[in-house]
């Protein structure tokens, strides 16, 4: 069993920051990619950001130069540092792991989600 929660969502106002992170725990042998994505009210849940276990990373170009995403492979632990947020970044973030279960398969977990909310 495998289980991805995320943490640090919340209310700030435009131009501001907040940094999201999410730990995968249980029974892991290896975590691929890890990312972050986002839903809002009546659109598509969509990539906001990835990151491999090599530290490769891509971003969508509606946030390129404004959030940054990391890992700490070790402790299994995806980050997701969003500076200069817009109200357009409003929506429910979501975290997703790509993991190799021990003694299981290769299976795509996701987190609960946490609220982001910017303020105008």
């Known amino acids: 069993q495998v289980q991805v929660v995320e943490a640090g969502g919340g209310l700030v106002q435009a131009g501001g920051s907040l940094r999201l992170s999410c730990a995968a725990s249980?029974?892991?042998?290896?975590?691929?990619?890890m990312g972050w994505y986002r839903q809002a009210p009546g659109s598509q849940r969509e990539l906001v950001a990835g990151?491999?276990?090599?530290?490769?990373?891509n971003y969508a170009d509606s946030v390129k130069g404004r959030f940054t995403i990391s890992r700490d492979n070790a402790k299994n632990v995806v980050y997701l540092q969003m500076n200069s947020l817009k109200p357009e970044d409003t929506a429910v973030y979501y975290c997703?792991?790509?993991?190799?279960?021990?003694?299981?398969?290769?299976?795509?977990?996701w987190g609960q989600g946490t609220q982001v909310t910017v303020s105008s």
């Open positions: 997703n792991a790509d993991v190799l279960g021990r003694g299981s398969g290769r299976y795509d977990y």
């Open positions: 249980g029974s892991i042998f290896s975590i691929n990619a």
């Open positions: 990151i491999t276990s090599g530290g490769s990373t």
